[in-house]
């Protein structure tokens, strides 16, 4: 079916047309493209539900395809998966993920190593 007998090639275009992988994925529409989770729920309470707040933040990541390993690993020389408990805010801060400051200290919190409460898993994080 996709198999050109004349030019001995496969029809990829045709392929990847008809499966429909690249078909757009529905922002909601109480959200746009790189507007910020709270600012995308504007009109709703925030939430303080460190499991909503985390699957709203994988939404937010998905819809923007952020690459969030990337911001992390500009703060981890050592690629540990570990950074600076101060600069985690900062880099969700980069990310455009309008979070206030209980919403991360939840997430700090969350993922502060037991054996050290200055430091950040963000591997925790990222998985």
Sequence with gaps: ????????????VDFIRDTNVYEAMPVPSNQTK??????????????????????DIKNF??????????YFKDFDPLRKGIIPENKFAGVISQM??????KQIELLRKRYLLPNDSSKVNYDKFLS
């Design 1 to 12: 079916m996709y198999y050109c007998e004349e030019e001995k090639d496969v029809r990829y």
């Design 34 to 55: 790189n507007e910020g989770i709270n600012t995308a729920l504007a009109g709703t309470r925030r939430s303080y539900d460190i499991d909503v707040l985390l699957d």
């Design 61 to 70: 990541i998905k819809i923007n395809r952020l690459r969030v390993g990337e």
């Design 96 to 101: 455009k993920i309008d979070l206030d400051d």
